[in-house]
Nanobody, 126 residues
């Protein structure tokens, strides 16, 4: 069993930056694929950044160049650095991990992940 706990919720102005953290505990050894998702009110869950144990990353166009996912294996912590934030980035952000291998085309899809955090709120004001 893996427990994921996000932190870093905050309210920032448009153009600002924020870093989210996701601390993992429990049996994390076989969790090789990690992802940050977000869900805005009335919208579907959206993958915004994924990373594998080897460090390969994936981003959708909406955040590419602004968001950076990273992982500190020694600390079992996942990070999401968000720069140049926009009001449309306002959402609840979740981290997720997958036990099994995830094909490259599925790394931003929610169904590929089996462990989830409780979420942390990000609000970006204009």
């Amino acid at each position: 069993q893996v427990q994921l706990v996000e932190s870093g919720c905050d309210s920032v102005q448009s153009g600002g930056s924020l870093r989210l953290s996701c601390a993992a505990s429990g049996y994390t050894y076989h969790r090789n694929y990690w992802c940050w998702f977000r869900q805005a009110p009335g919208k579907e869950l959206e993958g915004v950044a994924a990373i594998d144990t080897g460090g390969s990353t994936s981003y959708p166009d909406a955040v590419k160049g602004r968001f950076t996912i990273s992982r500190d294996n020694a600390k079992n912590t996942l990070y999401l650095q968000m720069n140049s934030l926009k009001p449309e980035d306002t959402a609840m952000y979740y981290c997720a991990a997958s036990r099994g291998a995830v094909a490259w085309w599925a790394r931003l899809l929610a169904q590929a992940y089996d462990s989830w955090g409780q979420g942390t709120q990000v609000i970006v004001s204009s």
